[in-house]
């Protein structure tokens, strides 16, 4: 069972002033996700969690979770100058991009942020683009491969385009120091969505025994291991969820069995989370606006895959729940359809849900991160509104849904074709 954060009362008073569709987010979920996960960590003295920025792009987000502890992990210049709009700055904002523009290695240096290098090659990069190498300076690290947890392949790091190779990443800091660094951090991200208290401990264990032999090589104490994202969240009803406290003690027991013995006791801990922080804290409001019933039966909505990609890329499970109608057997079986062109603009497919009704609000699951951010103009499917559900109760819109003169805005030419 997944319970929505809003009722159908609540959602017919707001579509009052703010019309479907629109994503919502939870303020009093995203406070208490970011609180216990400070929480499992604070074992560490100087752990920080950097939020992914591209999971939840809105300023008022950043700001929630600045208060909350958190900084930002940014990857293009339009995240870094969020960050620094909302008053993110300096050592709270790591910059883990690939395939790096130099305007954005200049601007995340100006920033002070620190600078997670994808690749060797980047070191001349950023020296000749900055003129210097940052004192403080992270790299990031591909075991290549496949990664696994007791067997079960989690996913396929020797087919990511990420980091650098163990002989890669230890030439890289060699040759950093020559060039003047002096705090060192390492990064990895070997798999997305783990639904597993294993993955950050596993991770944990292989980069805090490379830290180790980088010491034993170069004589470079790693000041921060930044175990980046990844960490998941169950989508279906019948997951079970990660319990951030036990993967906390996890990354600690793991910690005092490999640095503390090796003089690394004083390493900081950081994380890079975005869908575990704020996927559950969002849901994607839609209206029912048609049935149709063909060869299947179809239940048409206001949102499309342009507000919500996930399902029509990658097939992936969205629980959806018909408000007012929570406690009604699921006994009819729908596919639900956005309005775009295109035959995977479907939010579930085969879906057993109560019998629904023209005029009905939908709230599709689990959208806070990875959601709104991925949308797109296809088919000139506008973007949507975002809300906000404060802990009072009440409802503050952060961001205005587009317009039909946004969308006209960008596009020259047409009207120079008659001189
Ligand atoms: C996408 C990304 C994250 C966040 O991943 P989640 O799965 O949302 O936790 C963190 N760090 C980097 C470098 C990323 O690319």
Not at 46 to 66: C, D, M, Q, S, W
Not at 71 to 94: F, K, P, Y
Not at 114 to 132: A, E, F, H, Q, Y
Not at 291 to 299: A, N, Q, V
Request: glycine letters at 8%.
């Amino acid at each position: 069972m997944k319970t929505p954060f809003v009722t159908k009362d609540q959602v017919e008073k707001i579509v009052q002033t703010y019309p479907t569709p629109f994503h919502i987010y939870d303020e009093k979920g995203i406070r208490k996700t970011a609180r216990d996960f400070r929480k499992a960590f604070a074992w560490n003295p100087g752990f920080k969690e950097y939020f992914a920025v591209k999971a939840t792009p809105n300023p008022t987000i950043l700001r929630i979770l600045h208060e909350e502890g958190c900084g930002t992990d940014c990857s293009s210049m339009a995240e870094l100058i969020m960050s620094e709009r909302v008053g993110i700055t300096g050592t709270e904002i790591m910059f883990s991009s690939n395939d790096t523009p130099d305007q954005e290695f200049l601007k995340a240096y100006v920033l002070g942020a620190t600078i997670n290098l994808d690749d060797i090659s980047l070191i001349d990069d950023l020296k000749r683009v900055t003129g210097t190498i940052p004192k403080r300076i992270s790299c990031r690290f591909n075991p290549g491969g496949k990664f696994a947890i007791s067997n079960a392949i989690m996913d396929n790091p020797g087919d990511a385009k990420y980091g650098m190779t163990e002989d890669q990443i230890i030439e890289a800091y060699r040759r950093l120091k020559a060039m003047g660094a002096e705090e060192f951090g390492i990064h990895a991200f070997l798999a997305s969505n783990t639904v597993s208290n294993e993955y950050y401990p596993v991770l944990a264990g292989i980069l805090f025994r490379l830290v180790v032999k980088i010491k034993q090589l170069t004589g470079i104490s790693m000041s921060f291991i930044n175990l980046s994202g990844g960490v998941g969240i169950p989508y279906r009803p019948d997951q079970k969820a990660n319990d951030i406290a036990v993967i906390g003690e996890g990354v600690h027991r793991a910690y005092d069995q490999i640095l503390v013995p090796n003089g690394l006791g004083n390493v900081s801990i950081y994380t890079e989370c975005g869908r575990f922080m704020l996927g559950p804290n969002g849901h994607l409001v839609t209206k029912v606006l048609h049935e149709k019933k063909t060869y299947k039966d179809y239940i048409g909505v206001d949102a499309c895959a342009s507000n919500l990609m996930r399902p029509a890329m990658y097939g992936a499970y969205h629980h959806i729940t018909v408000l007012g109608k929570e406690k009604e057997p699921l006994d009819h079986v729908y596919d639900v359809t956005g309005a775009l062109c295109e035959n995977n603009d479907k939010f579930a497919v085969d879906r057993p849900l109560p019998k629904i009704d023209i005029g009905d609000y939908l709230v599709i699951h689990d959208t806070g991160a990875h959601g709104f951010s991925m949308g797109y103009n296809y088919n000139g499917r506008l973007w949507s509104s975002e809300l906000l559900l404060r802990e009072n109760g009440s409802v503050l819109q952060i961001r205005r849904p587009e317009t039909i003169e946004d969308y006209f805005a960008t596009l020259d030419g047409y009207w120079d074709l008659n001189v």
